[in-house]
């Protein structure tokens, strides 16, 4: 029976999971006890023989061959092979429990949309039901062993009571090499269609709910089959498999103590008993025992699924549903709270904290604003500052892709900023009142003419004179940039 713990763990406290730890059903304990005790003895098997049997040149040996094995034995990626294989059984094994097929939705719409409270509207309502439950246990039959172990023939599952002799006849009638499980799912929609032809079933819309919800209770059984019939690859089992038991057989020699009067690194103390390659074993040995226990959970171990228990379960509930509770209602009269249109409903001594705590508004229910935050501003002004923004981005962004097409410093892209701080000098010196300005500036324009032409075919030894031309360049767009960004009022000023 699976191991239920929750309720010793619903509140976290200290050391909540200490007392879990005492646990024997389920427990790590139960499930690795062989494989640690024969550990531990091949461990101490060898300890022995290393320290009483071998002569010095044997021990010199087996000293190397253990420092080796230590050395080489973190090659195996055991955290990361084991990660990923048990992340992908846990998945798994969820999704096979939410696959079960549960008959609750099924009953519900047989009780509410097959009418008649005579004996031929319950055989009806009782005879889809048993066809749902029946068709559920014969899939489980299939991929559990111990509903196998229960049902081991059709003359057991006709003796549960779940078919009749004559449905059994029908049953074995049907030759197919594949699973049948689906007949009585064919049955239960042939059967609908008759009570929808007699009027016990009263539209279309509630016969199509009712198949609906068999289609989705048919492919969950669907599901189960294809789980059982589609392992996780075999090789990526094995891999996980060798890669665990190889690195510990690795360690039953690399782990050793040796002998301290050698002067080995790390062998400085002898301890006889390997601590921590035991609780190493214990982590990475439970942790692939967790793999094979989930791997299927339809066998008979203590946290496989109760396979039989939901058979019970879900065969009383579905009978009871659509047959004693068919038109059983309890008598209708006006709640407590008729007249109250703040309906609070009472407390107990141990939940009264729960009033103490305000009403939960949202994460923003208190966040403050500074009131000159708050007020609406005019959408002309807006306007206008959208504008000058997206104009000033638009020439950030022909400023980048300037810089970004360009093939050398010293190249095109020298000869194109020289040319532009000249003409931005030239623009700026009719402004100027300073003529010695005005002649500097002539022979600055006629030395970057003469550069320009020579600064692409030389690629190196370009001396001082070229450097600080580059650098007036470089200067000359950045005022450019600086320009393009003023305001066009400066503009026709400087004009």
Not at 229 to 257: K, W
Not at 388 to 414: D, I, Y
Not at 419 to 446: G, I, N, W, Y
Not at 461 to 487: E, R, V
């Amino acid at each position: 029976m699976t191991v239920t713990y929750t309720a010793r763990v619903a509140n976290a406290r200290f050391c909540g999971f200490s007392k879990l730890l005492l646990a024997w059903k389920g427990s790590i304990y139960k499930v690795l006890y062989k494989e640690f005790l024969a550990f531990f003895a091949m461990y101490t098997a060898i300890s022995i023989t290393y320290r009483f049997f071998l002569v010095d040149d044997q021990k010199r040996y087996f000293e190397k061959l253990s420092i080796y094995c230590d050395n080489y034995a973190s090659l195996i990626p055991m955290s990361f092979v084991l990660g990923f294989y048990v992340t992908l059984i846990v998945n798994r094994w969820w999704n096979q429990y939410t696959s079960i097929p549960l008959p609750d939705r099924i009953m519900c719409t047989l009780s509410g949309g097959v009418q008649g409270g005579d004996e031929q509207g319950r055989l009806l309502r009782r005879t889809l039901m048993r066809y749902a439950s029946l068709s559920a246990l014969l899939i489980l039959r299939s991929v559990s062993t111990a509903v196998f172990k229960r049902f081991p023939t059709m003359d057991h599952v006709v003796e549960a009571g779940f078919m009749t002799r004559e449905e059994r006849k029908k049953f074995e009638s049907l030759h197919s090499p594949y699973n049948k499980y689906w007949i009585p799912c064919v049955w239960f929609t042939n059967l609908a269609a008759v009570a929808r032809s007699e009027g016990r079933i009263k539209d279309d819309n509630t016969y199509k709910l009712l198949l609906e919800e068999l289609n989705d209770f048919r492919g969950k059984c669907s599901m189960l089959f294809h789980y059982d019939m589609i392992s996780i690859p075999l090789v990526y089992t094995q891999v996980v498999t060798l890669a665990v038991y190889s690195f510990f057989l690795v360690c039953l020699i690399g782990r050793q103590f040796l002998d301290p009067g050698q002067g080995y690194p790390g062998h400085d103390l002898d301890l006889y008993v390997p601590i921590f390659t035991l609780l190493q074993f214990f982590f990475y040995a439970g942790w692939l025992k967790v793999a094979e226990q989930l791997i299927n959970p339809f066998g008979e171990d203590d946290d496989d699924f109760e396979t039989n228990w939901l058979i019970d379960r879900n065969f009383q509930v579905s009978m009871m549903a659509v047959d004693e509770m068919y038109g059983d209602l309890p008598l209708m009269e006006r709640d407590r709270y008729w007249n109250d249109s703040n309906p609070r409903p009472p407390y107990t001594a141990a939940t009264l904290f729960v009033l103490r705590k305000p009403s939960f508004q949202g994460s923003t229910f208190d966040m403050a604003i500074p009131k000159e935050d708050m007020h609406f501003q005019p959408l002309e002004e807006i306007a206008e500052n959208l504008e000058e923004s997206v104009t000033r981005n638009h020439n950030l962004a022909l400023f980048n892709r300037l810089l970004g097409s360009a093939p050398s410093p010293t190249g095109f892209m020298g000869g194109a900023l020289r040319r532009t701080s000249a003409q931005l000098q030239r623009l700026t010196r009719s402004v100027s009142p300073d003529p010695s300005f005005s002649d500097a500036e002539d022979e600055e324009e006629k030395s970057v003419g003469r550069s320009t032409g020579t600064a692409g075919s030389m690629p190196s030894g370009l001396g001082l004179y070229t450097t600080q031309s580059t650098i007036c360049s470089c200067g000359g767009l950045i005022m450019i940039i600086i320009l393009s960004m003023m305001p066009s009022e400066i503009w026709y000023c400087s004009n």
